[in-house]
């Protein structure tokens, strides 16, 4: 059964104290891994999409890395607005665009 | 471009009353979704659809309905609600990147419903 599975459930770091989140996947035949963030009350913001192992995307203090089993959302020297919960989805074989997505990581960074 | 818009923002039912959240995207994409939302639980798939005419169950379809008549509106409708449903309602859209195979879903600000 595809399955994602994100690492720590709640993260809480000082300014400028950089972490990392993860991402663990079981799908069969992985066609792209996303990244989003959700800010509370609003609707999940896409962040990245990475698509075979090795890849890496960046994007500010985020940097998204994927291997054959899982990926991290590294978050270097992160500032408060970095505040949000990370969603990470997986698209497996299917071509109905459908994704699983994780319960995600809560991140609180303290100035 | 607006991109994925959703109403009403909040809703309060009363049990066994009826409604139906609006969903609409300006993207022209194909494929579009509604997801529940419910704490600590991750998004959950309701219904979704591939294509005007086209929608098929998703992992937790019991009590909604949906119908998808024109590529733009993709509305969800809850018949008889009950407190189960409370939640936080998301409709999402997107389209295959055709280089990568992938689709990459973009979401509406969601709508906040409370059965009681």
């Known amino acids: 059964e595809d399955q994602v599975t994100q690492s720590p459930e709640a993260l809480r770091l000082q300014e400028g104290e950089s972490s990392s989140l993860n991402c663990s996947y079981t799908v069969s035949g992985l066609r792209g891994l996303f990244w989003y963030r959700q800010d509370p009350g609003k609707g999940p913001e896409f962040l990245f999409t990475?698509?075979?192992a090795g890849e890496e995307k960046e994007k500010e203090r985020l940097k998204a890395t994927l291997t054959k089993k899982e990926s991290f959302l590294h978050i270097t020297a992160p500032k408060p607005e970095d505040s949000a919960t990370y969603l990470c989805a997986v698209h497996g074989p299917s071509n109905t665009g459908k994704l699983i997505f994780g319960q995600g990581t809560t991140l609180q960074v303290k100035p | 471009n607006a991109g994925v818009t959703q109403t009403p923002k909040f809703r309060i039912l009363k049990i066994g009353q009826s409604m139906t959240l609006q969903c609409t995207q300006d993207m022209n994409h194909n494929y579009m979704y509604w997801y529940r939302q419910d704490p600590g639980m991750g998004l959950k798939l309701i219904y979704y659809?591939?294509?005007?005419?086209?929608?098929d169950k998703g992992e937790v379809p019991n009590g909604y309905n949906v119908s998808r008549s024109t590529t733009e509106d993709f509305p969800l409708r809850l018949e008889l609600a009950a407190p189960s449903q409370t939640s936080v309602y998301f409709c999402?859209?997107?389209?295959?990147?055709?280089?990568?195979?992938?689709?990459?879903?973009?979401f509406g600000p969601g709508t906040r419903l409370t059965v009681t």
């Open positions: 659809s591939v294509g005007a005419g086209i929608t």
């Open positions: 990475l698509y075979s």
């Open positions: 999402a859209s997107s389209y295959l990147r055709q280089t990568a195979g992938a689709y990459e879903q973009y």
